[in-house]
């Protein structure tokens, strides 16, 4: 009920944190349309939390008939789930909203949905999460905070330099990388929204 409301500008951020989930889920990047679509019947089945519907193998084409047939399956994914990718594959998807990697969002001059469609940013440095905090991003994942076997190059921030990061920013951040929901108690610790 609260975008029945009018609040400041600055309560933004408090305002998403209230509103957001202590555990933002990540699919799996699945082999085929088929497993996309049992993976996400499933998760459906098995929770209620909002989930980042990423999927960076498939092309354009099967990610967007992928998300028509799991609407059509199941309508109330519409309030849940979040696409991956730029603003071109919301492509008039009504959905929860966007979750952008970085590298699309280097181009984009204002926030790309509105108010009441999550934004979400996968950033990794302060120089990122102060760009999305300029964009109005309703949230940001920042990673990796521990190895992850998805990306074993990457170093990893740790938990100190995550929580210095947090903390110079206003807007809600989960903890992404290497996260199980065991860590869900030291992310919060840390300053974050939760664990993605």
Known sequence: ELFQYSFPEANRPILSACR??????????YLNVEQALKGVDKLLKNTTHL??????GMSAESYQS??????????????????SGGSDVLNNQCVAG???PFRYVEKLTGRPVQDSKWFGIS?????????AEA???DFVTLSPVLPTVTHPEASPLGWEAFQRLVRQTNIPVYA???????YQQVALSAGAQGVA
């Not at 950033?123 to 760009?131: A, D, K, L, P, Q």
């Open 20 to 29: 957001l989930p202590k555990e933002y889920i990540i699919t799996p990047e």
């Open 51 to 56: 989930f980042s519907f990423r999927q960076p």
């Open 66 to 83: 992928c998300i028509a047939e799991i609407l059509n399956r199941d309508p109330s994914a519409r309030d849940r789930m979040i696409l």
């Open 98 to 100: 966007i979750h952008m």
């Open 123 to 131: 950033c990794h440095n302060s120089y990122e999460i102060g760009r």
């Open 135 to 137: 964009l109005g991003a």
């Open 176 to 182: 992404l990388g290497g996260m199980m929901k065991e």
